[in-house]
């Protein structure tokens, strides 16, 4: 119980921050954030506790994104039932790519991942009856929220509704990577990872256990994915299936530290601080920057922040 | 049937490229055991190299090659001596991600030097085409692949013939045990990232009058070039130009009878389908 005051009390925190911080700038930031961490959790799931490097998680974010869109666009249903649809359609397709590449092992599943994700990209962008191709989506304005007849909020060219949306989505997404960590399938997938032959002769039915993963990593990503794309206001193939955005939730993940629960925590918190500092410095380099940091995490702390932090504790703790 | 006949010669003839640029992709892989998510970027790296030889020295693309060829051996080789070497021995996770951080960095210092803008390298003979019993072939597409054809015979001469190349394909088949018959290994895998990252820079080269140039080109053929390497069987330097060639004719085929849109799409399900269904390739070994 005791592990769980420290996430209360910056959840408070964070519910109670927008009562001094009012400027939009500073909001953005906290929403870039919120989706930087929701998507790196959510990879984390399959990524981290499986060791299933997908390169390709772009295709359950673009698919939340354009399920929720289109139901807006086309039958008018609004995007807090919408999603919902998303995230049950991006589940289903994940379900059946997964239990067709995750025959797959190492890179052979990582080519796999990203020729899948490139595939629902050019399906997306041909596809122009359903998806207005390469045009993309602009959506109508959102209607009001309301529960009841009580008006929740009315007006969504504000930042304060996303940022407690988000704020929500990131706490859901920490919160599943715990529950799923401490659960047996947890357990099941972390065996996967470390050896999945000898996973296997223990009886644990790899392709099952693989497959719960990916449906509740597709299933975070779809939803922080459609969340993203209507904070944007705006889809098209290339912005939200393209490789940087699997690149980028690995990103997450592996800066933090991969296969814990605060490691892409951590890691959101770093990238989306750099990200924002070298944008005001210089326009276009903050993609190159994401491919230093990247070289540098692999070579330098492949454990990530969280691990060298918590390699140093454990040698504090070792030494006299 | 003269469509068809068509289709078919233009995609052996572009897909002797894609072959270029798998076999230096798989020469890679068989020394190291690393995939190189990177090698698109350097492909593009080749085309901006030529292209700005053409530019500023008037050095015709396909001439270029000469120049391009040695210049990206040194930037593979530099690229394996400083980053890749350090993760010979760790994750392969991790050594495809490095790779995919060397892609990116790659890309955007192309962007910030060179901006996005959409290039064209646009020679005198850049849209005419050779007429051959009713069909009709682009005439850069005709010399590229029979520089590619050159590079490709040389290449296996190198591999088959020469010291070097004999102790590249020791290293391949067994690393350590090349090392015990007094391979130098790490100077072979310095040598083998610059030997396939020359074969990119080559492909560049010669697809540099046909192509859009820009600095995101080299994940299509990044792509494409597994696809490729795949297909043909992770290490096999014939299964990888057999491959290529079968790609090129998949795609241009499907691009006049599906549409130019479908033609990737028609290109990353062979590769899933072969992914499945013989993941070891057509020539492959199965060790993997």
Redesign the interface.
């Known amino acids: 119980m005791k592990s769980f005051a420290p996430w209360a009390v910056a959840a408070v925190a964070f519910a109670l921050l927008p009562l001094w911080l009012q400027s939009p700038y500073a909001l953005h930031i906290f929403i870039s954030l919120f989706i930087a961490v929701a998507l790196g959790e959510s990879w984390n799931v399959l990524g981290g506790f499986a060791?299933q490097?997908s390169?390709g998680h772009s295709a359950w974010y673009g698919l939340g994104a354009y399920g929720a869109f289109i139901l807006l666009q086309r039958n008018g249903i609004p995007p807090w039932f919408g999603v919902w649809v998303a995230v049950l359609g991006s589940v289903i397709i994940a379900l059946i790519v997964g239990s067709?590449?995750f025959?797959?092992r190492?890179?052979?599943f990582?080519?796999?991942s990203?020729?899948?994700a490139?595939?629902i990209r050019?399906?997306a962008?041909?596809w122009k009856d359903l998806t207005n191709g390469a045009e993309g989506i602009q959506p109508a304005d959102l209607p009001p929220l309301k529960i009841g007849s009580q008006v929740l909020v009315a007006d969504w060219n504000g930042k304060l509704p996303y940022y407690y949306m988000g704020l929500v989505m990131a706490l859901f997404c920490i919160a599943v990577n715990y529950a799923v960590k401490r659960s047996k399938l947890g357990y099941y997938l972390q065996a996967i990872r470390e050896d999945q032959d000898a996973a296997h002769s223990l009886g644990i039915p790899l392709t099952l256990y693989k497959n719960a993963g990916l449906a509740i990593s597709a299933a975070c990503t779809a939803l922080a994915g459609s969340f993203a794309a209507f904070y944007i206001g705006f889809i098209e193939p290339q912005q939200v299936f393209g490789?940087d955005v699997s690149?980028d939730m690995?990103l997450v993940a592996?800066i933090g530290g991969v296969g814990t629960v605060t490691g892409p925590l951590v890691g959101g918190i770093v990238l989306v601080l750099l990200n924002e500092g070298l944008r005001a410095a210089f326009e276009?380099?903050h993609?190159?920057v994401?491919?230093?940091?990247?070289?540098i995490a692999?070579?330098l702390m492949?454990d990530g922040v969280v691990g060298v932090l918590a390699q140093r504790f454990r040698r504090k703790a070792v030494a006299p | 049937m003269a469509l068809l006949m068509q289709a078919i010669l233009s995609g052996v003839l572009i897909g002797g490229v894609y072959a270029l640029s798998g076999v230096g992709l798989t020469i890679i892989f068989g020394v190291m055991r690393v995939?190189n998510f990177a090698q698109g970027e350097l492909v593009m790296a080749g085309m901006y190299c030529t292209f700005f030889l053409f530019q500023i020295a008037g050095v015709d693309p396909f001439v270029s090659v000469i120049i391009t060829m040695p210049v990206l051996f040194l930037l593979g080789a530099l690229l394996q001596w400083t980053?890749i070497n350090?993760?010979l021995d760790?994750?392969?996770?991790?050594q495809?991600?490095?790779t995919?951080?060397?892609?990116?960095?790659i890309s955007?210092?192309a962007?910030?030097a060179f901006t996005s803008d959409y290039r064209i390298l646009s020679t005198s003979y850049s849209s005419s085409s050779v007429g051959l019993s009713g069909i009709r072939l682009s005439t850069p597409l005709l010399y590229c692949f029979l520089i590619t054809a050159v590079i490709t015979a040389a290449l296996y001469w190198f591999l088959a013939r020469t010291d070097i190349g004999h102790a590249i394909r020791a290293t391949a088949q067994d690393r350590e045990a090349a090392q015990l018959m007094g391979v130098n290994v790490r100077s072979m895998s310095i040598f083998a990232f610059g030997l396939g990252s020359a074969l990119a820079g080559a492909a560049g080269a010669l697809v540099s009058p046909t192509y859009y140039i820009y600095p995101q080109v080299g994940?299509a053929f990044t792509?494409k070039a597994?696809?490729v390497v795949?297909l043909g069987g992770m290490g096999s330097i014939v299964g990888a130009t057999l491959g290529g060639v079968l790609i090129g004719i998949s795609e241009s085929v499907s691009a006049v009878y599906l549409?130019s849109?479908?033609k990737?799409?028609c290109v990353?399900?062979i590769?899933?389908l072969v992914?499945?269904l013989k993941?070891s390739g057509l020539l492959g070994k199965s060790r993997?």
């Open positions: 060791g490097y390169v067709i590449t025959r797959l190492g890179p052979y990582v080519l796999a990203i020729a899948v490139e595939i050019l399906a962008l041909n490789i690149v690995v592996l276009q380099g993609l190159l994401r491919g230093v940091l990247m070289i692999i070579l492949p | 995939i980053l350090r993760v760790a994750l392969p996770q991790n495809i991600l490095l995919i951080g060397i892609g990116l960095v955007n210092l962007m910030l994940g792509l597994f696809v795949v549409g849109g479908i990737d799409l990353y399900v590769f899933l992914l499945l993941p993997v």
